[in-house]
């Protein structure tokens, strides 16, 4: 059935795959008789020690359809006069059509970046005017967990994160659509990068990792957590038959699929990273550290390589390129593209 689709493998996006066999089967299991609805069944229940077991007893997890609503819901409790501190690349700056902005009514305080990483002394001009009526009053600070160009904060970067937020009593929100990415590249535990540092909220994404548009909003502290529920339903994310949502978290949580999917395909992007080193004409923009590489092609390469491969063009000058790497990428894909280029660099002069 639908061969005339062609069943293609694409650089674009972790988007672009389909959802993991293991993810498929438990959602097939879960399809079976009747169950209460909006998270009262017993799959929910199930799924709730899971998530106690891989962040910690205190998490609160709230199932999304997508990572924007994840990103807005985990900040729904800021009041329109208050604002955000982000980076300038962030996704709810750059690539949400001002979904936060509209729902939140609060203001995004960007900060300049390089790689997507932001740092506390960067803070100062957002905190200087607090209390003051004429400027908005900074309530959070949002980190993307690894950052929109692939990069990854350390636990110290993180902690020190927190001290600062702590002192001006600021919530830490991480937008974590590829958290698993980053536990898998840092060799630490999604509790270490949650709970363990003390964060407040965490958009937990599992759509780019293997699961059919399934997001969840983890709460872990009183404040994060206070009528929550009541947002979560006003944004019209609450599900009625959520135990499709958690089921699929089920298959991601449950003896740790996410670690299996995320450091597969983490390693094959350093690998592939590796294996370019035989291309001089290709630089890296950014050290590999989840499972997207960011490179500079010779502009003459680009059309002919994503006739083979799509992938997007970036902003940011220079021919730059994103290649993202799938849970289901291979070896064999690996080779393949390795051969292509080798074929375009044949046909195509970098000059
Ligand atoms: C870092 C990050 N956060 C959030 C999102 C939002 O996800 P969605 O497209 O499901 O709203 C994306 C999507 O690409 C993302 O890359």
Known sequence: MFEELGFNYSLGSDNHSGVHPRVMEVLSAANRGHAHAYGMDELCRLTLEEF????GP???PHYVFTGTAANVLCLSSLKSFEAVICSEEAHIHVDECGAPEKFLGAKLWTVPTRDGKITPAQCGPALSRGGDQHFSQ???VSLTQPTELGLCYTLDELREWRRFTTEKNLMLHLDGARLVNAAAHLNVSLK???SGIGVDV???GGT???LMGAEVCLLFTKPAKENFKFYRKQAMQLSSKTRFLAAQFYAFLKDDLWLEIAR???SHATRLSHALNEFSEIRLAHPVQSNAL???LPKAWIAPLRKKYFFYVWPGGENLCRWMISFDWTDELTNKLLEEIREVRKCFPAA
Request: aromatic share 12%; charged share 30%; glycine share 4%.
């Open 52 to 55: 106690r077991r891989v962040f």
């Open 58 to 60: 205190e998490v609160e």
């Open 138 to 140: 900074p309530r959070a």
């Open 192 to 194: 270490e990068l949650t």
């Open 202 to 204: 965490v958009s937990f």
């Open 208 to 210: 780019k990792n293997g």
């Open 264 to 266: 597969h395909s983490t």
């Open 294 to 296: 960011f490179v500079h």
